[in-house]
C-alpha cells in the first residue's frame, strides 16, 4: 500500500506564494497520475491539479496561471508551487492519484491565506 505524506502548507499573506510537497512510499509511484486535491471548511474535496506519469498537467479553471504541478519520480515526490494566493485558496491539501481510484489518504496540509 502507498503512504502519503504531505507538508509546506501555512499562513501566508494574499498574493503570496507556498510550495507544497508529496513523498509516496511504494516502488508503483512512477506509473501513476498524481494530482493535488484541497478541501475547504464545509465543501467537497476537488482535484486542483494532476499530472500525468509522463509529465502532462491539468488544472482546474480557479488555478490556472498560478498553481504549477511538478514530480521527481526518482525521489516519489510530487510538487505544487502556489503563487498569487487568494483567501479562496484557503483549504487543507492533499495529494493522491489522479483520475482513478484513490490511495489511503495522507493527513494533508494546512494552507492559510489571510492578511
Known amino acids: 500500500q502507498v503512504q502519503l505524506v504531505e507538508s509546506g502548507g501555512g499562513l501566508v499573506q494574499p498574493g503570496g506564494s507556498l510550495r507544497l510537497s508529496c513523498a509516496a512510499s511504494?516502488?508503483?509511484?512512477?506509473?501513476?497520475?498524481m494530482g493535488w486535491y484541497r478541501q475547504a471548511p464545509g465543501k467537497q474535496r476537488e482535484l486542483v491539479a494532476g499530472?500525468?506519469?509522463?509529465?502532462?498537467?491539468r488544472y482546474v479553471d480557479s488555478v490556472k496561471g498560478r498553481f504549477t504541478i511538478s514530480r521527481d519520480n526518482a525521489k516519489n515526490t510530487v510538487y505544487l508551487q502556489m503563487n498569487s494566493l487568494k483567501p479562496e485558496d484557503t483549504a487543507v491539501y492533499y495529494c493522491?492519484?489522479?483520475?482513478?481510484?484513490?490511495?489511503?489518504w495522507g493527513q494533508g496540509t494546512q494552507v492559510t491565506v489571510s492578511s
Open positions: 511504494g516502488r508503483i509511484f512512477s506509473i501513476n497520475a
Open positions: 499530472i500525468t506519469s509522463s509529465g502532462n498537467t
Open positions: 493522491n492519484r489522479a483520475w482513478q481510484s484513490v490511495f489511503d
